[in-house]
């Protein structure tokens, strides 16, 4: 009997963890249900070298999104989402809007949406996007720059110079030398000693100082 009862309250113990597990399981299966957040819309606005892109959830999105920089494009990627029936795949913005295209996708069996932005090949976005939150809705402002307007009104160091050095030997105006030498100013009266001597002597001392020192006696 002693063992009986004491194999009766193990079974108990064993049956009290496995409801416990299970009213757990069913209390938590709800909210994971309700998790991913939902992506609604996606607007385009575009402003003076900027973009902004506007997204509209079904709540307050809390997360931060995973930004990542492509040659000519910008991926955005918001976890725990999932995209409403009736979201398009592909925005097409205005002619003159510095984003050529914007697409949006949600991999089979995946939890995330991942927003594509390619821009024109004329521009080049700046650094990471402005991220900002208002209620339901969440703003993506981008910064571009101009390529086009960059190297046509923009020289480089290197073609500053050229030019500059073109215009000189046009203008006959040579730079100055940068190795010129400073000589010392002389007494008063050595100058005048200097004066008083003729000028084939003095191309003579010249002459004779230039040549090297040579052993005669051979």
């Known amino acids: 009997m002693p063992h009986s009862e004491k194999k009766l309250k193990n079974l108990f113990r064993i049956w009290f963890i496995l409801l416990g597990i299970l009213f757990t399981t069913a209390a938590i299966l709800p909210k994971l249900e ?3 957040y939902t992506l609604q819309e996606i607007k ?3 402003l003076s070298q900027a973009e902004q892109i506007r997204l509209q959830f079904d709540g307050a999105y809390p997360d931060e999104p995973i930004v990542n920089f492509e040659p000519g ?3 955005v990627r918001f976890v725990g989402t999932k995209m ?3 979201l398009g795949k592909e925005l097409t913005p205005p002619k003159e809007s510095l984003i050529r295209n914007v697409l949006v996708s949600q991999p089979a069996m995946a939890e995330f949406v991942q927003v594509d932005i390619l821009f024109n090949s004329s521009r080049m976005a700046l650094g990471n996007p ?3 939150r208002e209620g ?3 703003f993506l402002d981008l910064q571009f720059l101009n390529l086009v307007d960059l190297q046509t009104n923009t020289l ?3 073609a500053i ?4 050095v073109g215009k000189r030997v046009r203008q006959a105006d040579p730079f100055p030398s940068t190795f010129t030498r400073a000589k010392p100013e002389l007494p008063p009266e050595e100058i005048q000693g200097l004066d008083k001597i003729p000028v084939q002597a003095d191309t003579k001392m010249e002459l004779v100082s230039a040549i090297p020192d040579q052993d005669w006696s051979s």
Request: glycine content about 0%; aromatic content about 4%; overall charge negative.
């Open 34 to 36: 309700a998790a991913p």
């Open 44 to 46: 385009l606005a575009s």
């Open 73 to 75: 494009a910008l991926s």
């Open 84 to 86: 409403a029936d009736e």
């Open 130 to 132: 402005e991220v900002w």
């Open 136 to 138: 339901n809705r969440l």
């Open 156 to 158: 480089t160091p290197s």
């Open 161 to 164: 110079l050229t030019d500059e």
